[in-house]
């Protein structure tokens, strides 16, 4: 499951997800709904950005 998780196809695909609900809770929603919703999609991508990176190494 972790595999999957971290794959970077699917990890792409989820900080789009979450910048879009972002912006719609931007634009559709306000006062503490809007505050909350963009605090957890903003905290998990920045979850996202500080996890494993997808750079694989070569060993020479």
Same mark, same amino acid.
């Given at each position: 499951? *972790? =595999? &999957?998780?971290? !794959?970077?196809? &699917?990890? !792409?695909?989820?900080? %789009?997800?979450?910048? %879009?609900? /972002?912006? %719609?809770? !931007?634009? =559709?929603? *306000?006062? &503490? *709904?809007? /505050?909350?919703?963009?605090?957890? /999609?903003?905290?998990?991508?920045?979850?996202? /950005?500080?996890?494993?990176? @997808?750079?694989?190494?070569? @060993?020479?």
């Amino acid at each position: 499951m *972790t =595999q &999957l998780w971290l !794959s970077p196809r &699917l990890k !792409s695909a989820v900080i %789009i997800i979450l910048c %879009i609900i /972002a912006v %719609i809770a !931007s634009i =559709q929603t *306000t006062g &503490l *709904t809007r /505050a909350l919703i963009e605090l957890i /999609a903003f905290g998990s991508l920045i979850w996202l /950005a500080l996890s494993k990176p @997808d750079i694989k190494q070569h @060993d020479v």
